[in-house]
């Protein structure tokens, strides 16, 4: 769980294979709507392009956000935009929702982003960056809501591990 590069930021690991299904459940829309509209004898070359436009618009909505994180920062990227906040930096963490849960992070100088917390369960380099952005903001007094969030979802986190390594030693 090391990486080469100290300063290569850290990704979401499993971002590859969400982005690649994606974009299967995209192409496949196309491909059974042309299909379905070509043996309908419908197909012109203006509902191909509508055809393709859904399917676009079906790939953005399936791409999931891609999370990476680097010392002292952290950020999300959607089809849109990327939101950056500064981990060392942070002013308030809210959590939002019981049944979908979303992290809403914000920081001194003016970023925020929304944050789904099973990606820092599933990747533990990006956990540790945040955790310890958070502790440099613990420090410098700058964050001042949410830190008992953070800890909760820590231990979590530190529970599922521990789970994990004793299911896959068999001890368990």
Do not use: K
């Not at 952290?74 to 809210?94: F, G, M, N, Q, S």
């Not at 789904?116 to 990006?126: G, Y």
């Amino acid at each position: 769980m090391t990486r080469m590069d100290r300063w290569a930021p850290a990704g979401d690991r499993h971002w590859r294979g969400s982005a690649r299904l994606a974009a299967t459940c995209a192409l496949v829309f196309w491909a059974l709507s042309l299909l379905l509209d070509w043996d309908a004898g419908t197909l012109t070359l203006p509902r191909a392009l509508l055809w393709l436009t859904l399917s676009a618009t079906v790939l953005a909505v399936l791409l999931p956000p891609r999370v990476t994180a680097g010392p002292g920062w952290l950020a999300v990227r959607t089809p849109w935009r990327r939101h950056v906040v500064r981990t060392d930096a942070l002013v308030a963490v809210r959590q939002y929702g019981t049944v979908c849960v979303h992290l809403v992070l914000c920081d001194t100088h003016g970023g925020r982003l929304e944050l789904d917390p099973r990606v820092l369960a599933a990747n533990p380099l990006i956990w540790h960056e945040l955790d310890t952005g958070v502790h440099r903001s613990v420090e410098r007094g700058t964050l001042r809501q949410g830190a008992d969030i953070l800890d909760r979802l820590g231990h979590r986190i530190d529970d599922e591990t521990t789970r994990a390594v004793l299911r896959a030693s068999g001890l368990s």
